[in-house]
């Protein structure tokens, strides 16, 4: 059973963790052998990256058959900043999981380890986001609309822009209407049973004066069914699962950027397989430190496992010191005008 | 920092470590900040593309410095290390001079005829 307190410190161990290693070198073969491994991983690195550069720069537009990409319209600076933070913590999290093996200090390796372990799968789950935004593609629509007052509602390229990520005219029209245009309710106060008053907004994405729309719902409470099939939706549910009297007259696609994928693309190939692989290493680090904290938690792990654990956070680093180029070169760079 | 003779030195000199592990984090994240401001600065390109490699690369050896312990550890890691990285960087630069766009010949390429080209 695990406690939440350190171990009783085992003093002869702590002595022969922190002495010279009998080696040629002095320094522990274990450790010795990640360097060199590391050392030969930057070469790996290297050259995936300046694959991903060059052909960056032959192939400008990245669709070659297709069409200009923007690049910097695909990428989501914010998210990949957020990733960058993220990677960044969970090394300062494994250089103090390191320091208390040192100190002989488990449980507090267990806590920094598990802190590691959460950073590494966020960044993780933000990559997957990402590749996924970006195999999708991006669509622009337009969109006409008759309001329940009978006002004509126009949607357009820039007010509709929060669909762009969404290359599918199928998919964005059913997330349209799911969204319910994008029209939010200010009231909606009963002045007789089963009639209601209402006040609706649709904001301009623009920046500029939103619409807005008044009336009065009847409420057919048969009409509404709930989920089982016995119970009705209540006024204000009803009123929103009938898109509040709107009635979509037309939904078009007027532009369209194909997703990037690995093969309809240079820069698609080039960008996947560089951070893919980087990505391989953050999963292979998160399973290496998961496996330390199982074996933390059995009887045969002690501080004399402290370089196991010191060769796992060098893994853990370099993964870390690799995203530090990528995002360089391969995300900031792309922001600098006619770099 | 002088290397620990014994275990309980070791411990003194972690529990310093630690806030210089919190300053140095602090610290890289701040840089981080400067990098994603300076890309949208109205600046010339060639002082924001040497900002951001000047930032990238002090972000760099402050984790390998710091948190691999390279500085606390025997100095052979450290060139071991560098070694892989000299030839890493030797190649990127050497492939990106070899790849250089401006020296492709565009329009000698269009002039090849297909056939020929397959041939050969």
Redesign the interface.
């Known amino acids: 059973m695990a406690t939440s307190a350190n171990p009783p410190l085992d003093?002869k161990l702590?002595?022969r963790?922190?002495a010279d290693q009998n080696t040629n070198?002095?320094?522990e073969n274990k450790?010795?052998i990640m360097?060199?491994f590391?050392?030969?991983?930057?070469?790996f690195?290297?050259?995936l990256?300046?694959?991903h550069?060059?052909y960056r720069?032959?192939y400008p537009f990245g669709h070659p058959q297709e069409g200009a990409v923007n690049i910097t319209g695909t990428f989501d600076?914010e998210l990949t900043?957020f990733s960058?933070?993220i990677l960044?913590?969970s090394?300062?999290l494994?250089?103090?999981a390191?320091?208390a093996m040192?100190?002989?200090a488990i449980q507090s390796f267990r806590n920094y380890t598990f802190g590691v372990i959460l950073f590494g799968l966020v960044f993780l789950g933000g990559q997957v986001y990402e590749f996924q935004h970006f195999f999708h593609g991006q669509g622009w629509y337009e969109w006409k609309a008759t309001a329940p007052d009978g006002q004509e509602v126009v949607g357009n390229e820039a007010n509709g822009r929060y669909f762009k990520d969404v290359a599918s005219a199928a998919a964005a029209k059913e997330s349209f209407l799911h969204e319910h245009y994008g029209v939010k309710i200010e009231s909606f106060a009963a002045q007789k049973p089963n009639e209601f008053k209402y006040k609706l907004k649709l904001p301009s994405k623009t920046g500029g004066e939103p619409m807005i729309f008044t009336g009065v719902y009847e409420y057919h409470p048969e009409a509404h069914h709930a989920e089982d099939g016995e119970s009705y939706l209540k006024p204000r549910e009803a009123f929103k699962h009938d898109n509040f009297g709107f009635t979509l007259d037309e939904f078009k696609q007027v532009k369209q950027v194909p997703g990037l994928s690995l093969q309809n693309s240079v820069f698609g190939s080039t960008f996947y397989v560089m951070t893919g692989t980087h990505g391989t290493h953050v999963a292979i680090g998160i399973l290496w430190l998961f496996s330390m904290l199982v074996f933390s938690y059995t009887k045969n792990f002690s501080v004399i496992n402290a370089v196991d654990v010191?060769i796992a956070?060098?893994y853990w680093?370099?993964v870390?010191?690799v995203w530090?180029?990528i995002?360089?070169?391969v995300y900031?760079?792309e922001?600098?005008?006619?770099? | 920092m002088g290397h620990a003779t014994t275990w309980k030195e070791a411990a003194k000199i972690e529990n310093s470590r630690y806030h210089t592990f919190f300053n140095l984090a602090m610290f890289l994240a701040v840089l981080t900040g400067i990098e994603i401001v300076i890309i949208f600065l109205p600046w010339a390109t060639w002082l924001v593309m040497g900002g951001l490699i000047v930032l990238s690369v002090i972000k760099f050896f402050a984790v390998i410095l710091w948190f691999m312990h390279l500085i606390y550890d025997k100095i052979l890691l450290f060139w071991l290390f560098m070694t892989g990285m000299v030839i890493a960087t030797g190649t990127m630069i050497a492939l990106m001079l070899l790849f250089s766009y401006e020296d492709v010949d565009e329009e000698a390429i269009a002039s090849v005829d297909p056939v020929v080209q397959m041939v050969a």
């Open positions: 003093e702590l002595e963790i922190h070198t002095g320094i450790k010795l360097w060199l590391l050392a030969s991983d930057c070469m690195f290297g050259t990256i300046s694959t550069l060059i720069k032959l600076i900043s960058t933070f960044l913590m090394s300062f494994m250089a103090l390191v320091s040192h100190k002989g010191e956070g060098l680093h370099f870390d010191i530090i180029v995002f360089t070169v900031l760079v922001y600098i005008p006619s770099a």
